[in-house]
């Protein structure tokens, strides 16, 4: 059965009588996307896949990350940790490890809590419909619908920030996506055009348009199936679709980190333990400021006692954006130090290094120093 979609006054999709349509708004949305996939269809390893495991693993790493860059982390980590067991008895540095500049380490941590709670709690079996995979940690309502969709065949739209500005656009929805509410509004206007028993081809086909043709910035319009209805593009106002999210105020965080190694080469490094950001993963001797300016002062009550260089040169400067801080990491190198600086600093052999997890500041440092 066709399903026809109109605009209502409050520009939100209602289900109406076919008979009274016009051409330009009479349409089968699934059926032309599901016809497109078809004919433009995507070789990527994540694709068809039915094993839970291995569609969860991708999910979470395609959060907030391009699909180019989880590519060769998505084939390193099945190979290291081919089954939800193997990734459950693993230490959380040797998942780290694989995960090492993919960024957003909390959801590899959030992995091997659910591996291990899945193994252990229930018998290694992966729950196989969405509101028992809503249930675990690190699984939300998109990665649950996905996973339900693409493995056990659930009728479930499964909504990504594909799938919404798709929507959005197409239908012209104005509703926010950033809220609950809204999320909501957007998942039952899909449910409402699902077409039965082909989530699954439906979910990946807005995944993979979203991804080739209607791109957040200068989609493809010209090779939009849906461009003589979609009301964002009819209306020129493909900007205003979806609604954005309000920007935040960046923290700012000065990271300055000195680079000690002892007088055979070795490098002090230590475990970050603390409930921030790169939690578990490993560094260099930190010292943290609010501003750029770090006090000379503070550098001789700390290095003066050890014997090092004072005055220390900055070799290398890099910043990067998380989701909600603006991280400026300086790097500097001090006269080699003999005596921790810290009682949980341990001395590690430059061919070593790769052995241990690192923060992106830190990788590009070792890159561009180091040659590892
Ligand atoms: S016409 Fe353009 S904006 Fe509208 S759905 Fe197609 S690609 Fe997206």
Same mark, same amino acid.
């Given at each position: 059965?066709?399903?026809?979609?109109?605009?209502?006054?409050?520009?939100?999709?209602?289900?109406?009588?076919?008979?009274?349509?016009?051409?330009?708004?009479?349409?089968?949305?699934?059926?032309?996307?599901?016809?497109?996939?078809?004919?433009?269809?995507?070789?990527?390893?994540?694709?068809?896949?039915?094993?839970?495991?291995? !569609?969860?693993?991708? *999910?979470?790493?395609?959060?907030?990350?391009?699909? *180019?860059?989880?590519?060769?982390? @998505?084939?390193?980590?099945?190979?290291a940790f081919p089954t939800i067991q193997s990734l459950a008895v693993a230490t959380e540095s040797q998942i780290f490890k694989r995960w090492e500049g993919l960024g957003y380490y909390s959801r590899a941590r959030n992995m091997h809590f659910t591996?291990?709670?899945?193994?252990?709690?229930?018998?290694?079996?992966?729950?196989?419909?969405?509101?028992?995979?809503?249930?675990?940690?690190?699984?939300?309502?998109?990665?649950?619908?996905?996973?339900?969709?693409?493995?056990?065949?659930?009728?479930?739209?499964?909504?990504?920030?594909?799938?919404?500005?798709?929507?959005?656009?197409?239908?012209? =929805?104005?509703?926010?996506?950033?809220?609950?509410?809204?999320?909501?509004? @957007?998942?039952?206007?899909?449910?409402?055009?699902?077409?039965?028993?082909?989530?699954?081809?439906?979910?990946?086909?807005?995944?993979?348009?979203?991804?080739?043709?209607?791109?957040?910035?200068?989609?493809?319009?010209?090779?939009?199936?849906?461009?003589?209805?979609?009301?964002?593009?009819?209306?020129?106002?493909?900007? *205003?679709?979806?609604?954005?999210?309000?920007?935040?105020?960046?923290?700012?965080?000065?990271?300055?980190?000195?680079?000690?190694?002892?007088?055979?080469?070795?490098?002090?490094?230590?475990?970050?333990?603390?409930?921030?950001?790169?939690?578990?993963?490993?560094?260099?001797?930190?010292?943290?400021?609010?501003?750029?300016?770090?006090?000379?002062?503070v550098v001789q009550q700390i290095f003066g006692k050890l014997n090092s260089a004072l005055n220390p040169e900055i070799i290398l400067n890099f910043s990067q954006k998380l989701s909600h801080q603006h991280i400026f990491t300086y790097f500097y190198?001090?006269?080699?130090?003999?005596?921790?600086?810290?009682?949980?600093?341990?001395?590690?052999?430059?061919?070593?290094?790769?052995?241990?997890?690192?923060?992106?500041?830190?990788? !590009?440092?070792?890159?561009?120093? =180091?040659?590892?």
């Amino acid at each position: 059965m066709y399903i026809h979609l109109q605009y209502n006054s409050r520009n939100s999709l209602k289900k109406v009588n076919t008979s009274s349509f016009s051409m330009k708004t009479k349409f089968n949305f699934a059926q032309l996307l599901i016809q497109w996939s078809i004919e433009n269809p995507r070789t990527l390893p994540w694709i068809a896949e039915k094993n839970p495991y291995k !569609v969860w693993v991708s *999910e979470i790493m395609l959060q907030q990350t391009r699909v *180019e860059t989880v590519l060769p982390y @998505f084939e390193k980590f099945i190979k290291a940790f081919p089954t939800i067991q193997s990734l459950a008895v693993a230490t959380e540095s040797q998942i780290f490890k694989r995960w090492e500049g993919l960024g957003y380490y909390s959801r590899a941590r959030n992995m091997h809590f659910t591996a291990k709670y899945i193994v252990n709690e229930l018998n290694g079996n992966f729950p196989n419909n969405r509101a028992a995979l809503l249930k675990l940690k690190g699984i939300g309502r998109y990665t649950s619908a996905a996973i339900a969709s693409f493995c056990y065949d659930e009728n479930v739209a499964a909504l990504d920030g594909n799938g919404i500005r798709i929507l959005s656009r197409v239908f012209g =929805i104005a509703e926010n996506p950033w809220t609950l509410s809204g999320v909501t509004y @957007f998942e039952k206007q899909a449910a409402a055009i699902l077409p039965k028993n082909q989530a699954a081809l439906f979910n990946q086909a807005l995944m993979d348009f979203g991804s080739k043709i209607c791109l957040p910035k200068n989609p493809h319009c010209q090779d939009c199936p849906f461009s003589f209805a979609c009301k964002a593009n009819r209306e020129d106002r493909i900007a *205003e679709f979806p609604i954005k999210k309000t920007k935040i105020e960046l923290r700012k965080r000065h990271f300055h980190y000195f680079v000690i190694q002892d007088q055979k080469n070795n490098f002090w490094i230590h475990k970050r333990v603390e409930n921030d950001i790169w939690k578990g993963l490993h560094e260099f001797y930190l010292i943290e400021t609010t501003k750029k300016n770090l006090s000379k002062r503070v550098v001789q009550q700390i290095f003066g006692k050890l014997n090092s260089a004072l005055n220390p040169e900055i070799i290398l400067n890099f910043s990067q954006k998380l989701s909600h801080q603006h991280i400026f990491t300086y790097f500097y190198a001090v006269k080699p130090i003999e005596k921790a600086v810290q009682a949980d600093f341990f001395l590690v052999k430059q061919e070593n290094l790769k052995k241990f997890a690192f923060p992106k500041s830190i990788l !590009v440092f070792l890159e561009n120093f =180091i040659r590892l």
